[in-house]
């Protein structure tokens, strides 16, 4: 084997080695910001998000949007305000509203926009006014067995 | 401790420079309680080329370890160059070796590295001499033993005969003053083994140097050597010249100088009568 | 195998043996890892043992990643998907590979591939007197021949292991996302968001150091205390490979637990 072929190909081994283990702190460890084309921040608060992470899909009528960029929880207001990256191509108007939706009955969370009526359109920065917060399942049960509790009530 | 006691060694070396290289002083070794040597008492002259025989298992390799410094005797003292080998350290020994050279049975030439790099090994370890004179070096020990056209090859592509050439190269790399031979002939063809036995002999009338073989093959022995030493059982029980061993009236060493097949070592392996073995007392 | 005696006798035999193995072989590591500086002097001569031991070792590393990630990937999507939540497919590809199934199998791997080369390797050298010819000539075996091959074995494992995960995260991705078509965002979400650098990722190459460590000692050892015959290089051969692999086990259960309690 010639010298410079061995050392070439240790060289490759060690840089391929270098770069497995970049690749598992970035994209499986997640050590990055990446952001895929050009994006424009919107916020939306939300009283609960439930169990919505970071890097989730914003989708609108099915279509994937966006994605969460980072989630806060407000001091003064006490509610989640969650930064979201929407791809530049999609426009909004003012009165769209977001709500945190699941896909299937235990699948993953994802924020849902819904477009209203305005002519003038979201900027970039700007906070959507009306959400909708996460269905937390305890709460639904319990509203469920209030009411039925309340249905036979009446019947008596 | 040895800054101070080395100088005066080296200067009493060149004063009275010792006749003998290797003097060995009533010297036994033993694995455990097995005792391998037993009073062994040797003596070799500088320049000379001496032939230590014995049957497998006579603790002739032994003997040579001791010499080199591999193993240590348990007692006795063991001198190689004015030094007392059994009282030397590990860098002591170190330092010694690199004055002797040794042909292993087989070569032992190193598989992964071609026959040039064989034979350069030792100057790469243990000089820092440029490249270039390391290649005249080279190529002048392997036209010493007529291989330096086969410099590209690998040990693999080498016959026993050729393996073993090299190995006398590599051996010689850095013109040692003491040469050991541990069986040089085993294995070989009978022009391969008049090439090493001639080899053996014009490299230390070349090198000035002193040589050790140990050997059971009898004639080549007896053609190179000037002095031969006979061992049996870990003791010795012969010495003299090649002319003396030929004319031995030793049964013992008669058997062996002419392969004797029954003499005084046996040819029937201890063992129950042939009568008791083939049942015909009953 | 060898017969073994069976006596009470014979078992004290065998203890007090390989007790002193062991005693032997703690000492031949220490003068192993004392005798480097030939190594770092000439790192010319751990370069072309890492050719050797790593980048021979490449091609069965990143096939077998890809494959058991593509395993995981197919296994993972049919146990999640009975539960809705195939996004997290992600996570759980990428947890099995980085924090077991990386460091574990990559070792097995490298010791039946490196390992028992390095064992046959220095046993031949052995059996031939190639290494008494190295000490004749004054040049310490350890130093030349044990310590280079050392340290290439300390520092291939931890790439190799990096490799293979990597590699098996893809093969996961490429059945989970390109094939069966689970959401990329999820899957790339979840897992960054489950994974943790320190806890996950850095956990799994201090396995991988270790068992570097534990591969190349006992392959290392066993090829210098090989008996200087056919039968004993292949014996020390086999040993090699069912030993590490053992040790290999051993040690990640051991690390596992460790590593749990901070968790």
């Given at each position: 084997m010639q010298r410079a072929t061995l050392d070439l190909w240790v060289g490759i081994f060690v840089i391929a080695g270098i770069a497995a283990l970049l690749v598992l702190a970035l994209?499986?460890?997640?050590?990055?910001?990446?952001?895929?084309g050009d994006t424009y921040l919107l916020v939306a608060q939300f009283d609960n998000i439930g169990g919505l992470k970071t890097r989730a899909p914003v989708k609108s009528a099915?279509?994937?949007?966006g994605r969460v960029a980072s989630i806060q929880f407000d001091n003064e207001r006490f509610v989640a305000s969650v930064t979201m990256n929407i791809g530049k191509d999609y426009k909004f108007p003012k009165d769209t509203s977001a709500s945190?939706?699941?896909?299937?009955l235990l699948g993953e969370q994802y924020i849902g926009l819904e477009g209203g009526g305005d002519?003038?359109?979201?900027?970039?920065?700007?906070?959507?006014?009306?959400t909708q917060s996460a269905v937390v399942l305890e709460r639904l049960i319990g509203q469920f067995l209030y009411s039925k509790a309340a249905e036979g009530g009446d019947k008596k | 401790m040895r800054s101070i006691s080395q100088p005066f060694r080296r200067t009493r070396n060149f004063a009275v420079p010792n006749k003998n290289i290797i003097e060995i002083k009533d010297v036994s070794f033993a694995y455990g309680t097995r005792p391998i040597l037993t009073g062994i008492d040797m003596a070799i002259p500088r320049g000379s080329t001496v032939a230590i025989m014995g049957i497998s298992g006579s603790g002739k390799t032994t003997l040579l370890r001791l010499i080199a410094g591999v193993i240590k005797a348990t007692r006795g003292e063991v001198w190689v160059d004015g030094e007392l080998v059994n009282r030397l350290d590990t860098a002591g020994i170190y330092q010694l070796r690199r004055r002797m050279g040794m042909m292993f049975q087989f070569g032992a030439l190193f598989t992964d590295l071609s026959v040039y790099d064989n034979v350069a090994f030792q100057m790469r370890e243990h000089t820092d001499l440029p490249e270039a004179m390391i290649r005249d070096l080279v190529l002048m020990k392997l036209h010493a033993v007529?291989?330096?056209?086969?410099?590209k090859l690998m040990p693999s592509e080498l016959s026993g005969g050729m393996a073993r050439r090299v190995a006398l190269?590599?051996?010689?790399?850095?013109d040692p003053m003491l040469m050991l031979y541990d069986e040089p002939f085993t294995g070989l063809d009978p022009i391969a083994m008049g090439t090493i036995t001639n080899l053996i002999k014009e490299l230390n009338a070349a090198l000035g140097a002193t040589s050790i073989v140990v050997t059971h093959d009898v004639e080549e022995a007896l053609n190179v050597v000037d002095y031969v030493y006979y061992l049996a059982d870990g003791k010795m029980v012969g010495h003299g010249t090649p002319d003396e061993i030929r004319h031995t009236q030793d049964a013992l060493l008669h058997q062996f100088v002419y392969g004797e097949m029954d003499g005084p070592v046996g040819y029937q392996y201890p063992a129950r009568t042939l009568a008791q073995d083939m049942r015909l007392s009953a | 195998m060898e017969h073994r005696d069976l006596s009470v006798r014979g078992v004290g035999a065998w203890t007090v043996d390989n007790v002193l193995r062991l005693g032997y072989a703690a000492r031949f590591i220490a003068r192993t890892i004392a005798a480097s500086g030939t190594s770092l002097a000439r790192p010319r001569l751990v370069i072309r043992e890492l050719y050797y031991t790593g980048v021979l070792s490449l091609i069965i590393i990143l096939v077998?990643?890809?494959?058991?990630?593509?395993?995981?990937?197919?296994?993972?999507?049919h146990t999640l998907q009975t539960y809705g939540s195939e996004s997290a497919l992600g996570v759980l590809v990428a947890l099995s590979l980085v924090r077991e199934l990386g460091p574990v199998v990559s070792a097995l791997l490298f010791a039946s591939r490196a390992g028992s080369a390095m064992t046959a390797e220095i046993g031949l050298m052995k059996a031939t007197e190639q290494l008494s010819a190295m000490e004749m000539m004054a040049v310490d075996p350890i130093a030349r021949v044990v310590a280079p091959r050392f340290w290439a074995g300390f520092i291939s494992m931890p790439l190799l292991a990096a490799m293979f995960s990597a590699m098996g995260v893809f093969g996961g991705y490429l059945v989970g996302v390109v094939l069966i078509g689970v959401d990329e965002g999820s899957f790339w979400s979840q897992m960054q968001s489950a994974v943790d650098f320190r806890n996950d990722i850095v956990n799994g190459i201090i396995k991988s150091v270790v068992f570097g460590f534990a591969v190349t000692w006992i392959a290392l050892f066993e090829g210098y205390d090989a008996p200087p015959t056919a039968e004993g290089v292949s014996g020390a051969t086999t040993r090699t490979v069912v030993t590490s692999s053992l040790a290999i086990l051993a040690l990640?259960?051991?690390?596992?637990?460790?590593m749990f309690q901070g968790v």
């Open positions: 994209k499986v460890g997640g050590m990055s910001g990446i952001g895929v099915g279509v994937v949007v945190i939706l699941t896909s299937g002519t003038a359109n979201l900027s970039a920065g700007e906070r959507i006014k009306q | 007529g291989l330096r056209g086969a410099q190269a590599r051996a010689i790399a850095l | 077998s990643g890809l494959f058991v990630g593509m395993v995981l990937g197919f296994q993972g999507y990640d259960f051991l690390l596992t637990a460790l």
